[in-house]
Nanobody, 124 residues
Framework: DVQLQASGGGLVQAGASLRLACATSGFFFDDYVIGWFRQAPGKEREGVSAISVGDGNTYYADSVKGRFTISSDNAKGAVYLQMDSLKPEDTAVYYC?????????????????WGQGTLVTVSS
């Protein structure tokens, strides 16, 4: 079975850092795009960042560009989201998702597999 498991959320103050991890299993990691999405209370789910594992291409939403860094550990089948200079508006439940690679997409409907969310709360 394909599984994705997100972890690493927590409560931090503005300006702090967190690293989220997405552990995957059940599929050939190099063939996939792994994306990070977030959903704040009362808001729609939005794409944050994604990485095409096979070729290393990455994407960042404008709201996180320069603050967040996505990376993958192909040996472990894991993707990480390093979040620096966190802001209160980054508060959300963060999800990782996987899609068979045909290029990076930040359309949630393009992703076939989802992990459970991990809550990130940034206080001001």
């Amino acid at each position: 079975d394909v599984q994705l498991q997100a972890s690493g959320g927590g409560l931090v103050q503005a300006g702090a850092s967190l690293r989220l991890a997405c552990a995957t299993s059940g599929f050939f990691f190099d063939d996939y795009v792994i994306g990070w999405f977030r959903q704040a209370p009362g808001k729609e789910r939005e794409g944050v960042s994604a990485i095409s594992v096979g070729d290393g291409n990455t994407y960042y939403a404008d709201s996180v560009k320069g603050r967040f860094t996505i990376s993958s550990d192909n040996a472990k089948g894991a993707v990480y989201l390093q979040m620096d200079s966190l802001k209160p508006e980054d508060t959300a439940v963060y999800y990782c998702a996987g899609r068979r690679s045909s290029g990076i997409s930040m359309n949630a409907k393009a992703y076939d597999y989802w992990g459970q969310g991990t809550l990130v709360t940034v206080s001001s």
